[in-house]
């Protein structure tokens, strides 16, 4: 790929430029950025009006996550890969997909406070959870069911789900692929993780924070970081850059030692936003992922090919802010990014409903001689 | 394999027509089987004398059961194919190994009440759980560790499991692959289900099993069933036999319907037993699987071959007692059947310990990609 691409028009050029502007203003009126908004309060998750919250819906949206019926194999549930059991990934550079397949294309995203995305995957091909609910399941690289016709068709053979959808969902005909998803996105939507040190610190203990990670802020706050790492969740450039959910990475190639690691760590080859738009402007445009929990989250990156946070912090100062960091520096600001690790909600596990005196399963050695085929 | 193997000594002859002699017995003289031992109640679990249980063990215990990390690829843990939010199974016909493995060689029995089996595995390779736990482990099909070093190796680089083995065992070096298959031991021997239809109906309340329940019992009593599903597990011949907890099957693949089977469901090929021992009197001995929520786990036998349970009642009746049942016969055993399962207990989620800033799954890709090579 040639340099070409990295500066592809006007807005790029004013975007790449935006962060060092930006570290200007708020070393000069810190007051005004976001996670200073007083009184402070971890968000609350906003629900859509057409799937309202209920705990019945909730506790039927866990099953189905953690069901394994619902891939192809019967193996791989959204847990799997969004491990509630952890941190919502893997921590796995690429997670395996269905029959073990090896080639999913990028790194999992924690569901962990997922719920505040304003998009959802990498290139933010879905707008909401329920619409990235359906992506994996349907994807034959991931759960490998054809379609959503074929997840239903499961569930309605399990008579536990035959009454809860009708329970949560009513009408004569409750499991819809619709309603899967509706489901699986609410129990998604209790999975927030508030309370971490730094909220605790933004409420006034000032003690939550030690000198290091209180340093740590301060040098991401006067780098620049939050122009992208910006709001509540620090992932989402809309708030103070007006440029919606996405920036580029690398965004300056150019800088010698982000050359140098987009070599080490593979940065490249991967166009991001733009296989959703193919508009030449989205070229390596990500949707910036959280900071929240950032430090349970290794490895990072799209591919995943970093495998630690403090080579991630000095990649991401050379290749976004042409910037090198001092091992200080490092250090400080992966205290501060340890600072974000929240309270785990405690779950229970649910109990998945049964097919009694039967399997679901029994075609799947032919499907799995069928996909190690191909 | 010729049919010499299936009566290759007396013991064998005489084991086979044990049944028969049984089912006279227990026709005639109904109180004296294990199941109406009076007052009656819901076995307690044995536990070992040199690993108590604590609820901190527990705890510890059922982390590691849930934790993938202790699989080779990272993805694979006890859990993956003993569910606890299901069955304590898979309900596959055969589980998938690390890397997506095909070639697991027997149907995955349920982790519910292996605290009361006197073996474990279907030849009864390993005597305890303590000692069960360690072979998936360390098998190259299944989670594909090299040794219980490795195990202990990532262990000790998760700094949660540190502190929790050191508080659960002591001494100088707690993390020890022994300890880990005592931790793991330890929480499958709470997976118990108590309480059955069957249960309430033994303990006096004659309303549990209705009458298709109550004739099926009937009807396995005197067919001689429980000759080999003896027990209040409904699994130890031992317990009517004195013949441990073995049985051969199929037994009378010279009956006609039988022999129909073995052929549709690929029933032999397994030596079983003979593959441990290398006694060829032990060959195609099987452990007896437990009747306990038999329901819940199709598919059925070593192979997992039978999708469903009135098949697998059939298909016992002619190879095993060399009768042909009719279909009433068959669905009152099923509704008898489903009178043994249990209440299975309700389970929190662990939360696994993280490894801050860094994850021990960076060298999988390379691992996976060498696995494919084989």
Same mark, same amino acid.
């Given at each position: 790929?040639?340099?070409?691409?990295?500066?592809?028009?006007?807005?790029?050029?004013?975007?790449?430029? *935006?962060?060092? *502007?930006?570290?200007?203003?708020?070393?000069?009126?810190?007051?005004?950025?976001?996670?200073?908004?007083?009184?402070?309060?971890?968000?609350?998750?906003?629900?859509?009006?057409?799937?309202?919250?209920?705990?019945?819906?909730?506790?039927?949206?866990?099953?189905?996550?953690?069901?394994?019926? *619902?891939?192809?194999?019967?193996?791989?549930?959204?847990?799997?890969?969004?491990?509630?059991?952890?941190?919502?990934?893997?921590?796995?550079?690429?997670?395996?997909?269905?029959?073990?397949?090896?080639?999913?294309?990028? #790194?999992?995203?924690?569901?962990? %406070?997922?719920?505040?995305?304003?998009?959802?995957?990498?290139?933010?091909?879905?707008?909401?959870?329920?619409?990235?609910?359906?992506?994996?399941?349907?994807?034959?690289?991931?759960?490998?069911?054809?379609?959503?016709?074929?997840?239903?068709?499961?569930?309605?053979?399990?008579?536990?789900?035959?009454?809860?959808?009708?329970?949560?969902?009513?009408?004569?005909?409750?499991?819809?692929?619709? #309603?899967?998803?509706?489901? *699986?996105?609410?129990?998604?939507?209790?999975?927030?993780?508030?309370?971490?040190?730094?909220?605790?610190?933004?409420?006034?203990?000032?003690?939550?924070? %030690?000198?290091?990670?209180?340093?740590?802020?301060?040098?991401?706050?006067?780098?620049?970081?939050?122009?992208?790492?910006?709001?509540?969740?620090?992932?989402?450039?809309?708030?103070?850059?007006?440029?919606?959910?996405?920036?580029?990475?690398?965004?300056?190639?150019?800088?010698?030692?982000?050359?140098?690691?987009?070599?080490?760590?593979?940065?490249?080859?991967?166009?991001?936003?733009?296989?959703?738009?193919?508009?030449?402007?989205?070229?390596?445009?990500?949707?910036?992922?959280?900071?929240?929990?950032?430090? +349970?989250?290794?490895?990072?990156?799209?591919?995943?090919?970093?495998?630690?946070?403090?080579?991630?912090?000095?990649?991401?100062?050379?290749?976004?802010?042409?910037?090198?960091?001092?091992?200080?520096?490092? #250090?400080?600001?992966?205290?501060? +990014?340890?600072?974000?690790?929240?309270?785990?909600?405690?779950?229970?596990?649910?109990?998945?409903?049964?097919?009694?005196?039967?399997?679901?399963?029994?075609?799947?050695?032919?499907?799995?001689?069928?996909?190690?085929?191909?």
């Amino acid at each position: 790929m040639s340099e070409k691409n990295y500066f592809s028009g006007d807005r790029q050029m004013n975007r790449s430029r *935006i962060p060092a *502007i930006l570290a200007l203003i708020f070393a000069t009126c810190a007051t005004s950025v976001a996670w200073a908004a007083s009184p402070y309060a971890f968000p609350r998750v906003a629900v859509p009006a057409d799937n309202p919250m209920t705990p019945a819906k909730i506790a039927l949206g866990k099953q189905i996550y953690f069901d394994p019926r *619902i891939s192809l194999s019967g193996t791989v549930s959204c847990d799997t890969c969004h491990n509630v059991a952890g941190n919502g990934t893997d921590n796995l550079p690429l997670s395996f997909g269905v029959f073990g397949r090896v080639d999913v294309p990028r #790194n999992t995203p924690t569901v962990f %406070n997922a719920a505040f995305n304003t998009v959802q995957f990498w290139d933010g091909r879905a707008k909401s959870l329920e619409e990235q609910a359906k992506g994996p399941i349907q994807n034959p690289v991931e759960m490998g069911m054809p379609n959503g016709d074929a997840v239903v068709e499961r569930l309605k053979q399990i008579p536990g789900y035959q009454k809860e959808f009708a329970q949560v969902f009513g009408g004569k005909d409750p499991i819809t692929f619709d #309603n899967v998803a509706a489901a *699986i996105a609410t129990f998604e939507r209790t999975l927030v993780t508030p309370d971490s040190p730094y909220d605790q610190y933004m409420k006034g203990d000032k003690k939550a924070l %030690n000198a290091s990670a209180r340093a740590g802020m301060k040098l991401a706050r006067s780098l620049g970081c939050e122009a992208c790492h910006a709001g509540p969740m620090f992932d989402n450039p809309g708030t103070a850059m007006g440029t919606g959910a996405y920036q580029k990475f690398p965004a300056q190639p150019g800088y010698a030692a982000c050359a140098k690691y987009v070599q080490q760590y593979h940065l490249t080859g991967d166009d991001g936003r733009f296989n959703v738009t193919h508009n030449p402007a989205d070229k390596q445009l990500f949707k910036v992922p959280t900071w929240r929990n950032v430090a +349970l989250t290794a490895p990072y990156f799209n591919y995943g090919t970093v495998g630690n946070l403090p080579d991630a912090v000095r990649i991401m100062a050379a290749c976004q802010l042409s910037t090198t960091l001092t091992d200080k520096d490092v #250090n400080e600001i992966v205290a501060f +990014l340890n600072s974000l690790t929240g309270k785990f909600p405690k779950e229970t596990l649910p109990r998945l409903p049964e097919t009694p005196n039967t399997t679901l399963l029994m075609g799947v050695p032919d499907l799995a001689q069928a996909a190690q085929k191909k």
